[in-house]
C-alpha cells in the first residue's frame, strides 16, 4: 500500500452551512464494552436526519482482510458488497443545533494523516467541542447507575469538571479517540471523550444503559437536546436478563454484592485505583477484553 502525503484522505460532499456544531466521534473496532458507544450513535443518526457530507478513502486507510465488506447474496447470486466506510453526517438536536456525526471503522493505517483530514474538516465547519464515545468492562456492578469516566488534552482538561474522572494513573493501548484529542488539541479545538463504566461481567453483551449514559453525557457536556429513542425500554428487558442470570448463581450473588460494597466505599474514584481491582489488574482486564475483541 503506497500514500503520498499530499493525497486527499476524503471527499467532501455537501460544503453545508452550520452554526458552531458539536462533532461526535464513534469509529468502531476498538473498545466498546457492551456496545454502548456504537448503540449510542446508531441511536441518535436514527433520532436525527443526516446528510452525508464527506466520506474517507477506504482504499487507503481501510485494511480490508481485517474488516471485509459484506456481500449479498440472494438465490446464490452475489448482488451486491456493502463496504466499511467512513463518514462524516451533519444532522442537529431536538431544539435544531446543529450536530456532526463521525462514524464508520477506526483507520487501519495513517493515523497521523487521518487526523489532520479531520481536524481539518472541523476547521472548516467551525466546530465548537468535539466529543468522542466509547466503553470499557470496569468493576462496577449491574444494580447502580452506569457512570461515566473521560479522557482529555492537558489544552481541554477543564472540561472534565463535568464528569468523573480518572485520578490515579494507568497506561493501557490506546485507540484513535486518544490521537484525535491531541491532534485536536495542537489546532485549538476543545475534546472530550465520555467512556461508559460497564460491568465487567456483562461487558460481552448489549447494555442499552450503557447507552443512554453516553446520550446523556453528550447532552450534558455539549448542551444538546438529544432523544435515547427505544433504549430506555431496551434497557429494562436488559436488566432483567442480567438478574435472571445473576440470581442462577450464588457465586455471581456474592460477586455483584461485593463490587456494591467496594463501589460504595469507593465512590470517589470512578476507576477503582488501588482498590479492588488495581490499576494493573484493571489494565490488564482491559487488554485481555480487547484482545478478545479483535476486529
Known sequence: MSFRPDSQLYTLI??????????VISLEGWVDAGLAASTAVATLLEESETELIATFDNEILIDQRARRPIARIVNGVTESLTWPEIQLRAGSDRVGRDVLYLVGPEPDVYWSAFIDAVVELAERFDVRLVIGLGAFPAPAPHTRPIKLTATAPVESARLLEQVSHNEGEIEVPAGITAALELGFA????????LWARVPHYVAAMS?????????????????????VGGLRDAAVTAQNQIEELIAANPEHIAMVQALEATLDATEGNPLGIDEIPTGDELAAELEQFLRGEGS
Open 207 to 227: 447494555l442499552p444503559q450503557a447507552s443512554i449514559a453516553l446520550i446523556e453525557g453528550v447532552g450534558q457536556v455539549g448542551e444538546l437536546s438529544l432523544g
Open 14 to 23: 455537501d460544503d453545508v452551512d452550520l452554526r458552531d456544531p458539536v462533532l
Open 186 to 193: 495542537q489546532n485549538g479545538i476543545d475534546m472530550l471523550t
